[in-house]
């Protein structure tokens, strides 16, 4: 028997204490049961999936781990399909299952394959750290979470409880790196999702008591300046004006300082360029340029992303980086364009509405409160793609840290409690 597993079952003999006094029925604790008991067969998954390279752009790669959970989900009597992508996206495509029950909510379920780990990136094996901590390429972000749904299907499954529950689960190829454009590479996964009445993601869980209510959304801005040229020597005078670097420093400034303390609203700038015979390839991120001590520079270049927890924050902060745009040094000329990413999914009442119901389900297996996590702790996420068309929770995947860096954790411990938390979850949303 594997470390990890004996270091598991040490921890689960505890776990079932809190089952005895939980306010469940008797096909529910059977569920909680079955998974404590297969906890040995749900880490070979886990480590199987995290010892295969699935960085997005190693599609043979994402294909192997969808192949490893279609084979589990066509046992539990799924349907299996692969969906492709177009050729010139260069993407995987997606694994889609799907589960026909008798009667009611059609719950959409979230995964993804692929990781941010390509094969030349360092990431590493699965390896047990200590009795409570493994690491390994996407162990957390998210092979985790995606195991975390099919156990929770499988003890389902185990105690009878899956039969009349209805299930599209929906495991993209291409979350860490979306082909573009993005709404080529998501339509056929909001196309099912409106199908849908109740959308849940397997992202990373922060812990035993919270979920995601909401996440920030993400777009992007660029910013071009002219200037006019000339010596060094007559810079800051009427005739030469400021140059494009100053004026490139007087909006980010602005933007810091106007900006900066409104909660939930980031922009950060990742490239900036000025000088003289600016190159820029807007693909790969990069810029070259020539920069003179003696010549001002005649023009900038800046991107950045904007997060934003709204629609309405996102409208008002561009607003005010375009009126601090145009109000540029003598001079220079300055302008900002705007490109959507992904939407954010704001905490509505019909979310806050499946976080109390969560609640009901962790105070019943004994395990205490659940509340509505913190979106500024969260990027976007698939999720975001369809939360303006459904109810929606995230975050009901593993715990851990360091996800997106080699050493990314898995929280052994809080594991299994996850996975059973998922499982009454599913169960009850889908009765």
Same mark, same amino acid.
């Given at each position: 028997m594997s470390?990890?597993?004996?270091y598991?079952?040490?921890?689960l003999?505890?776990?079932?204490s809190?089952?005895?006094?939980?306010?469940?029925?008797?096909?529910?604790?059977?569920?909680?049961?079955?998974?404590?008991?297969?906890?040995?067969?749900?880490?070979?998954?886990?480590?199987?999936?995290v010892n295969?390279?699935?960085g997005?752009?190693?599609?043979?790669?994402v294909k192997?781990?969808?192949?490893?959970?279609?084979?589990?989900?066509?046992?539990?009597?799924?349907?299996i399909?692969?969906?492709?992508?177009?050729?010139s996206?260069?993407?995987?495509?997606h694994?889609?299952a799907?589960?026909?029950g008798?009667?009611g909510?059609?719950?959409?379920?979230?995964?993804?394959?692929?990781?941010v780990?390509e094969?030349?990136?360092?990431?590493?094996l699965?390896?047990?750290?200590?009795d409570?901590?493994?690491?390994?390429?996407?162990?957390?972000?998210?092979?985790?979470?995606?195991?975390?749904?099919i156990?929770a299907l499988?003890?389902l499954?185990?105690?009878?409880?899956?039969?009349d529950l209805n299930?599209v689960?929906?495991?993209t190829?291409?979350?860490?790196?979306s082909?573009?454009p993005?709404?080529v590479a998501r339509?056929?996964?909001i196309?099912?999702?409106k199908?849908?009445?109740?959308?849940l993601?397997?992202?990373?869980a922060m812990?035993?008591?919270t979920?995601?209510a909401?996440?920030?959304?993400?777009?992007?801005?660029s910013?071009d300046?002219?200037?006019?040229?000339g010596?060094?020597s007559?810079?800051f005078?009427?005739?030469?004006g400021?140059?494009a670097i100053?004026?490139a420093?007087r909006?980010?400034n602005?933007?810091r300082?106007?900006?900066?303390h409104e909660k939930?609203?980031?922009?950060?700038?990742g490239?900036?360029?000025?000088?003289?015979?600016?190159?820029?390839t807007?693909q790969?991120?990069?810029?070259?340029?020539?920069g003179?001590t003696?010549?001002i520079?005649?023009?900038?270049h800046?991107?950045?992303?904007?997060?934003?927890l709204?629609?309405a924050?996102?409208?008002?902060?561009?607003?005010?980086?375009?009126a601090?745009v145009? #109000?540029?040094?003598? *001079? $220079?000329?300055? !302008?900002?364009?705007?490109? /959507?990413?992904l939407?954010s %999914?704001?905490?509505?009442? =019909?979310?806050l509405?499946?976080?109390?119901?969560?609640?009901?389900v962790?105070?019943?297996?004994?395990?205490?409160?659940?509340? #509505?996590g913190?979106? *500024? $702790?969260?990027? !976007?996420?698939?999720?975001? /793609?369809?939360?303006q068309? %459904?109810?929606?929770?995230d =975050?009901?995947g593993a715990?851990g840290?360091?996800a997106?860096?080699a050493?990314?954790?898995?929280?052994l411990?809080?594991?299994?409690?996850l996975?059973?938390? $998922?499982?009454?979850?599913?169960?009850r949303?889908?009765?």
């Open positions: 470390k990890t597993i004996c598991l079952f040490a921890f003999a505890s776990v079932v809190f089952t005895a006094k939980a306010q469940l029925s008797p096909a529910e604790k059977k569920a909680i049961a079955w998974v404590t008991t297969h906890m040995d067969s749900t880490m070979r998954l886990l480590i199987e999936s295969i390279n699935s997005t752009l190693n599609i043979a790669g192997k781990v969808g192949a490893i959970y279609a084979k589990e989900l066509e046992k539990l009597g799924f349907t399909e692969w969906v492709a992508e177009p050729d996206l260069h993407r995987a495509g694994l889609v799907t589960h026909k008798k009667k909510k059609k719950l959409f379920l979230i995964g993804h394959l692929d990781t780990f094969p030349d990136m360092p990431a590493g699965y390896t047990v750290l200590n409570s901590t493994a690491t390994g390429q996407g162990v957390n972000d998210m092979k985790g979470g995606d195991v975390v749904m156990a499988q003890g499954q185990a105690a009878g409880l899956l039969k299930i689960a929906y495991f190829g291409d979350e860490e790196r082909g573009f993005h709404q339509k056929d996964f196309e099912r999702a199908t849908c009445d109740i959308a993601g397997f992202e990373s812990g035993l008591h979920v995601a909401a996440r920030r959304g993400a777009s992007g801005w910013l300046i002219t200037a006019r040229t010596h060094s007559q810079v005078t009427d005739s030469a400021f140059g100053y004026e420093a909006i980010l602005t933007f300082e106007q900006l900066s939930y609203l980031t922009f950060n700038p490239l900036i360029v000025g000088g003289s015979g600016m190159k820029l807007d790969d991120a990069r810029g070259e340029v020539l003179k003696n010549i520079a005649p023009a900038a800046v991107t950045g992303d904007l997060r934003f709204s629609e924050q996102k409208n008002a902060a561009r607003e005010k980086m375009q601090i145009a #109000a540029s040094l003598a *001079g $220079a000329q300055a !302008a900002i364009s705007f490109t /959507d990413g939407p %999914m704001e905490p509505t009442p =019909g979310n509405g499946l976080v109390a119901q969560l609640d009901k962790t105070r019943d297996m004994g395990i205490g409160e659940t509340i #509505a913190d979106p *500024g $702790a969260r990027g !976007a996420g698939d999720i975001s /793609d369809i939360a068309y %459904m109810d929606c929770l =975050g009901l715990s840290g360091g997106h860096k050493g990314e954790t898995i929280n411990k809080e594991y299994p409690v996975i059973q938390r $998922a499982a009454i979850f599913l169960y949303l889908g009765r």
